[in-house]
């Protein structure tokens, strides 16, 4: 079956059809359907055993990203490059986060953490946000982006129903996601009050253009204020979230009070006990394990110096 679309037109998958959903029924799946974003992922790996036919969202033509007063809104079908040019131009410019204070502050990091994907212009202008999420790969930088703006997940359930859950749980382990079949990425809700948050963005890889190995992203939370996603570590003045991805199989969360490198030495010793580094052929566990301590570090010091 030869895909209609056109970044994907010359691009051949072994399946028999395309459906194009255009609303919330043409969304059930059936026997041996997948759902279909932009198809970065999907047409350029082997079709999955058992899957057959896809159904394409970007027909829904739900709005790519909408802010009001409850927060910011990203459509599971908003691409990379629309992230970027929407939701990403509201923060401010990158390496001036500690510039005037405003409502979108903390958006500052979504450019960069796009560009943590080694994807090309062309891919980013039609991959999306929720087909990265839904793949769970430890270099999904938009986990990691996620995470540190509390962002819950919209997830439309195949009896007609929802459920949300934190972007921090959505992760299971490298590649697994808890999203049962059938299940939709319908968008991400960021809360008001992280979209004017300082934030942090740092990675490492082991060539400059090389798949993200070690990601580290952080949010500083106004006196008093906690997390949903955080886990332990209590509320209080002068606390930072901090959120590592990319170099471990799932997300890690923590809040840090400002200047205490003692308790994120602790924090990330306890990572080989709570599933271990992750390893594959863009860097080594322990490798990975040294960036993402110097990465953290770094962070918790811009975090923590205020503003
Ligand atoms: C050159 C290249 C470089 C890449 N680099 C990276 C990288 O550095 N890091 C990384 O993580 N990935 C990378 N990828 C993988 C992938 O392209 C991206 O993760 C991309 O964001 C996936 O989005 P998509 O819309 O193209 O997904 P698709 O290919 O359309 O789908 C991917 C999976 O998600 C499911 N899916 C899609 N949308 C939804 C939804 N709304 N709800 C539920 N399930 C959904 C699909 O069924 C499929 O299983 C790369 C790919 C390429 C081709």
């Given at each position: 079956m030869r895909s209609t679309r056109g970044d994907l037109r010359s691009m051949d998958?072994?399946?028999?059809?395309?459906?194009?959903?255009?609303?919330?029924?043409?969304?059930?799946?059936?026997?041996?359907?997948?759902?279909?974003?932009?198809?970065?992922?999907?047409?350029?790996?082997?079709?999955?055993?058992?899957?057959?036919?896809?159904?394409?969202?970007?027909g829904l033509g739900w709005e790519p990203w909408s802010v009001d007063g409850s927060g910011l809104r990203v459509a599971g079908t908003c691409t990379l490059a629309e992230l970027v040019a929407g939701p990403g131009a509201l923060g401010a410019p990158a390496g001036d986060r500690s510039g005037a204070p405003g409502p979108y502050r903390g958006l500052g990091i979504v450019g960069e953490c796009v560009s943590a994907l080694s994807l090309s212009a062309k891919v980013a202008r039609t991959a999306t946000v929720g087909g990265n999420l839904a793949l769970g790969l430890p270099a999904g930088s938009m986990v990691g982006l996620f995470v540190a703006l509390d962002a819950r997940a919209v997830v439309w359930t195949p009896d007609g129903g929802s459920r949300e859950l934190p972007v921090a749980d959505l992760v299971t382990g490298a590649g697994r996601v808890d999203l049962a079949p059938g299940e939709l990425l319908r968008e991400v809700r960021v809360p008001c009050l992280a979209l004017g948050a300082r934030t942090v963005f740092r990675r490492a890889s082991l060539t400059p253009t090389g798949r993200t190995a070690a990601m580290v992203t952080g949010r500083a939370l106004p006196d008093g204020a906690g997390s949903d996603s955080a886990g332990p570590?209590?509320?209080?003045?002068?606390?930072?979230?901090?959120?590592?991805?990319?170099?471990?199989?799932?997300?890690?969360?923590?809040?840090?009070?400002?200047?205490?490198?003692?308790?994120?030495?602790?924090?990330?010793?306890?990572?080989?006990?709570?599933?271990?580094?992750?390893?594959?052929?863009?860097?080594?566990?322990?490798?990975?394990?040294?960036?993402?301590?110097?990465?953290?570090?770094?962070?918790?010091?811009?975090?923590?110096?205020?503003?």
């Open positions: 998958l072994d399946i028999d059809t395309v459906r194009v959903a255009r609303t919330r029924a043409d969304c059930a799946l059936r026997p041996g359907e997948a759902f279909l974003g932009g198809g970065t992922f999907l047409y350029s790996e082997p079709v999955r055993p058992g899957v057959t036919g896809l159904v394409d969202l970007m570590g209590g509320d209080g003045p002068g606390r930072v979230l901090l959120v590592m991805t990319a170099s471990t199989p799932v997300p890690h969360a923590q809040l840090v009070r400002a200047g205490d490198h003692d308790a994120l030495d602790h924090w990330i010793d306890s990572v080989d006990v709570a599933g271990g580094w992750y390893e594959d052929t863009h860097g080594t566990a322990d490798w990975r394990a040294a960036m993402t301590r110097r990465l953290a570090h770094e962070a918790l010091d811009e975090l923590g110096g205020g503003a």
